[in-house]
């Protein structure tokens, strides 16, 4: 089966413009995750989705950071407008149960 | 806040040598699951084991759950280069609920 798509691979971009990532994940798969994974840290989740609701929002800076899924399959992530800290990879993954399935991620750069 | 906390933050082995690495966390939990992340790829699910389980195994790699001392173990055995990337315990409280990382251990095997 397909894994999780992302793109763009790698991004690089001033700080206080804007930026999108997007995700498609594994059909059928309900949940989808976004991870924020800042060099030599864990992923720390952003925000779930399951089908295009949203279950935990709690650890995304709401201020800057926005995302949807609105026909419950591909999901978008945006960062409005980007500061130095928000250089991370940014994970998408997707799960029917408890298992997660990652994406390559998104390699932001803000400089 | 990251819950699992990984032990050794780093390791260095030979090839052919077993690997072990340790995970404790902080609450009670409904799951706990390992994933390894090569250099500039994403997270591969490796294994989850359920709060009612003490082992598990999957190939080379066996888990260990004690749920009174709060804590986990990876062991790979005979350790191949290809084993080098960082990997992280990550516990869930129930089964859908989001996933908490730690901040990994970083694995070279040297071949």
């Known amino acids: 089966e397909a894994g999780v798509a992302q793109s763009p691979r790698y991004k690089i971009i001033e700080k206080r413009q804007s930026v999108a990532f997007w995700c498609n994940p594994i059909?059928?798969?309900?949940?989808l995750y976004w991870y924020q994974q800042i060099l030599g840290q864990g992923p720390k989740l952003l925000i779930q989705f399951q089908n295009n609701g949203v279950v935990d929002d709690s650890q995304l800076p709401k201020d800057r950071f926005s995302a949807e899924r609105l026909k419950g399959v591909d999901s978008t992530l945006k960062i409005q407008p980007a500061k130095l800290e928000d250089s991370a990879v940014y994970l998408c993954?997707?799960?029917?149960?408890?298992?997660?399935?990652f994406g390559p991620g998104t390699r932001l750069t803000v400089t | 806040s990251q819950q699992g906390e990984e032990d050794p933050q780093a390791l260095s082995i030979q090839e052919g040598e077993n690997a072990t690495m340790n995970c404790s966390y902080k609450t009670s939990i409904n799951n706990l699951q390992w994933y390894r992340q090569n250099s500039g790829r994403g997270l591969v699910h490796l294994i989850l084991i359920r709060s009612n389980e003490r082992e598990k195994h999957s190939g080379r790699l066996r888990v260990t759950l004690d749920t009174s001392k709060k804590s986990s173990s990876l062991l790979i055995t005979a350790s191949r280069a290809a084993d080098t990337a960082s990997y992280f315990c990550a516990t869930a409280f129930s089964g859908n609920t989001p996933l908490v990382f730690g901040k990994g251990t970083r694995l070279s095997v040297i071949a």
């Open positions: 993954a997707s799960s029917a149960s408890g298992e997660r399935y």
């Open positions: 059909s059928g798969h309900a949940t």
